[in-house]
Structure formats: C-alpha cells, structure tokens
C-alpha cells in the first residue's frame, strides 16, 4: 500500500514539473514569436574615439597637434583602436512580451565586415514599450591605414559626425532567445547603422528591413 502511494506521489510530481516545463517552453516561445514583430532602430552613438581621439573634435574641426601626435603614434605602434558606444531601441508593437538573451553585432568598414562580437545581457522587451540595448563596440583598424598612414586615418577620423555616425560605417545585429537551455538565433542580421556605400554581398539583412537606421526583424524558421 505504502508502495502504491509512493508511486502515485513520484507520479504526480513528475506530471506537475512536466505541466510546468511545458509552461516556462509555451511561454518562452511566445516570447521568440513576439521577439520576430520587434523593430529595431539607431537611438544614439557616443563616446567615440580612433587610436584614443574624440571623433567629435575632429568632426568639429577642432583636431589638436597632440590629436594629430596621437594618430602618427598609432600607425607607428601597430595599432589603432576603434571604440563607440551604439545604443539600440528595441520596440515591442505586440501585446505580449519579449525575451532578449544575447545579442551579435557585425561592424562594415568600407562596406566590409570588418569586426564581430556578442553581448550577452539578458533583456525583457516589454509590450508597447521601446527598450533601449546599449552596445559596445571596439576593434582594432591598423591593417586599414598600414599601406597608407597617418592621412588616410585623419581623413577616416573626420568622417565621423558631430552624431558619432559615418558614412564608412555600418553596424548590424543579430538578436537571440534563450528555449530550454538552447540558443536560437535570427537567421539573419538586422542593419542598424548602414554605410554610404554597399557592395551587396558583405550585408546579410532581415527581409523587409526598412531604409537608414532601422528595420524590423523577420526570424522566419527559428534556427538552432
């Protein structure tokens, strides 16, 4: 008898933690549903400096000699850092929300890609609500101006706006979800900062992505 209700207890607790990993999965799928209908869009970039100079002086006309020092430095060292800070509005037009687990960026230099990287911050975009992801973004351009030194890095440096945005710059993303301890990705990147110039086989962007700084993103079959 002690058996049989033993038996019965294990049963339903196993049923009862079964019902509620169905739950957490139903609702973490809604989430990658609703996650598909977010738009995505450039809010601001900031803090933006080559091999350790404010862009936004240079962009200003404001170039020092020590700017100038700082630049020659670089190419002569090997090295030169390209740091921004991107911040990326999320919106969420359902009624439901949804879950952001980590994010790939791609930068385009010249409108090639030129650097990746991943944040790995978790997010709830909440229903008919804009979230603001904020993004770092740093790599190193020295194999760009090794061949043509200082000047083609001033020139690259004072293509920068009084905004942070440049012409010879793009940045996509691709955003991701979190179902039952997999990671399922967006097929494809979203463009959130887009270059003057294209080649058009550098860019892999979401269909239906819409011209400048935003898009809507389109997960289409959710890949592992």
Do not use: H
Not at 166 to 194: E, F
Request: aromatic residues 6%.
């Amino acid at each position: 008898m002690k058996k049989s209700l033993i038996i019965v207890a294990v049963a339903c607790s196993l049923s009862f933690a079964s019902c509620t990993f169905l739950d957490n999965l139903a609702n973490n799928l809604s989430s990658i549903a609703n996650l598909a209908n977010c738009e995505y869009s450039l809010q601001n970039v900031s803090n933006v400096s080559v091999a350790g100079v404010n862009v936004r002086n240079i962009a200003s006309g404001q170039i020092s000699a020590t700017d100038v020092v700082m630049l020659a430095s670089a190419i002569t060292s090997k090295r030169v850092p390209l740091a921004l800070n991107v911040n990326i509005g999320v919106k969420n037009p359902t009624d439901r929300n949804a879950l952001l687990t980590t994010m790939d960026w791609a930068l385009d230099v010249a409108a090639k890609e030129f650097a990746t990287g991943t944040t790995n911050q978790n997010y709830n975009i909440n229903a008919k609500k804009t979230t603001t992801v904020p993004l770092g973004v740093s790599t190193d351009l020295y194999q760009l101006f090794s061949s043509s030194g200082v000047e083609a890095l001033k020139t690259f440096a004072s293509s920068f706006t009084k905004e942070g945005t440049s012409s010879q710059l793009g940045l996509r993303v691709r955003p991701s979800v979190s179902v039952a301890g997999q990671t399922i990705k967006s097929p494809t990147y979203i463009q959130i900062m887009k270059p003057a110039t294209s080649t058009g086989t550098t860019s892999s962007t979401t269909s239906g992505t819409n011209s400048g700084n935003s898009g809507s993103s389109s997960f289409g079959t959710l890949k592992r």
